[in-house]
């Protein structure tokens, strides 16, 4: 038996742990692991029905690739939820634990697991289309849900690892409303001389700034607490001249830099207030959807995240086959500012069809205190490079659009 916590904004509850559980990996070095591996599916039940068998050939290659990477800590992005938690369990013993390609099967004891924002209705015109969809499936819906879905819990996350879980620590901000967070970067209608009115006052009064959830997960190492920080902001995109997306996005992000700077305006989903005592090991670990160099989202977002004083300034993982793949694939590629090789997604080229080119999106970032970095990389291998299959040629993929990152992090203890 695997444990698992399963989490919901108004109480907790875990499964029996397991009566032996797995063996700890020896060694003083973690991998964290973050990837947005696409296991949505746009109906409700749709990822079950897929996982239900072995033979799903875009799960079988995700889990090749995590088999590949072998983190120990892993947050996968895109992975539809369910109350039950019946995807995360076939996708463990239909994927996971079976071996691909001659790779060492995954085997993670722990899991967290929770709703999200995406597909829960707001009760309210959100997209501004004139009328309240509340019907699951149409794209309308989703404009009119806290977060975009189809249906309750699709694009939602989940968080694997061979390390115990403080399931009692967990700390989630999904019902964390935007309005509450000081200077909000609200999105205003240019339409009229009110300031930040895009939204009615009344669409503000429940309007939760998570697009999925945000979740600070503690997990146990030798004794030592890790806080993962676990996200995944709405892209900056898909929005007008008020750019709604865009200004939540950035301040989905904020969360993050004023959660470890301990801000006192927070408030979690149990009530508790304030953000992360100081001196604290934290791991940032997500998809982002947001570029520090090219994109549409608000540079001050990631920006401000990146140069937090807490945060380690340390290099950004790299791969050879996203240098590759951006020379070859060319189109709005050959405009970036940025460094492709630090590239995590692979999405579509031609600028005259919306492409918008290869972009760093994926990332792990990490605590100035109590954590060291050993190794990173991201998951991408240059087509003359074993594995390519898993992740090429070119776009779209059979596995994800994004990239597998990783860190491999020493805890350093007083």
Not at 245 to 256: A, S, V
Not at 351 to 364: C, F, I, M, R
Request: aromatic share 10%.
């Amino acid at each position: 038996m695997i444990a698992f916590v399963l989490l919901t904004a108004c109480g907790r509850g875990a499964a029996p742990a397991p009566e032996k559980p797995a063996a700890e990996p020896s060694g003083s070095i973690v991998r964290f692991a973050a990837f947005n591996a696409y296991l949505n599916r746009p109906e409700e039940g749709g990822l079950i029905a897929d996982l239900e068998t072995p033979d799903n050939l875009q799960a079988q290659k995700v889990a090749e690739i995590i088999q590949r990477t072998a983190p120990d800590v892993l947050l996968l992005s895109e992975f539809d939820y369910d109350e039950e938690g019946e995807a995360l369990r076939l996708f463990r013993e239909n994927y996971l634990e079976r071996s691909w390609n001659g790779a060492d099967p995954a085997v993670y004891p722990y899991a967290y697991l929770a709703p999200s924002n995406t597909g829960v209705p707001s009760g309210h015109d959100l997209d501004r289309d004139g009328v309240v969809t509340a019907e699951p499936g149409e794209r309308a819906y989703g404009g009119d849900a806290f977060g975009f879905g189809a249906f309750p819990g699709q694009y939602a996350f989940v968080l694997l690892s061979k390390y115990p879980i403080d399931e009692a620590g967990v700390r989630t901000f999904q019902t964390f409303l935007w309005k509450d967070m000081p200077g909000a970067m609200l999105p205003d209608d240019p339409e009229t001389p009110a300031p930040d009115d895009w939204y009615s006052i009344e669409a503000l009064e429940v309007f939760r700034l998570s697009s999925k959830s945000h979740a600070d997960i503690p997990v146990i190492i030798g004794g030592a607490r890790v806080h993962v920080l676990a996200s995944h902001p709405t892209p900056p995109s898909f929005d007008g001249e008020e750019d709604r997306n865009g200004k939540r996005n950035h301040d989905e992000i904020r969360l993050w830099t004023d959660y470890i700077a301990g801000a006192d305006y927070l408030y979690d989903d149990k009530g508790g207030e304030g953000g992360l005592p100081a001196g604290e090991r934290f791991v940032i670990m997500g998809d982002l959807n947001a570029d520090p160099h090219d994109g549409d989202g608000v540079p001050s977002g990631i920006g401000g995240l990146l140069s937090s004083p807490l945060v380690a300034d340390a290099p950004f993982p790299k791969s050879e086959g996203g240098a590759q793949q951006a020379a070859l694939q060319g189109g709005a590629n050959e405009t970036q500012k940025g460094d492709p090789a630090e590239d995590t997604a692979d999405f579509g080229d031609d600028p005259e069809q919306g492409g918008v080119g290869n972009l760093h999106l994926d990332y792990v970032l990490f605590s100035k205190a109590g954590l060291r970095e050993e190794a990173a990389g991201v998951f991408w291998p240059a087509s003359d490079q074993p594995h390519y299959d898993l992740v090429g040629p070119g776009f779209p993929v059979e596995s994800s659009d994004h990239r597998l990152v990783w860190r491999d992090l020493e805890i350093v203890k007083d």
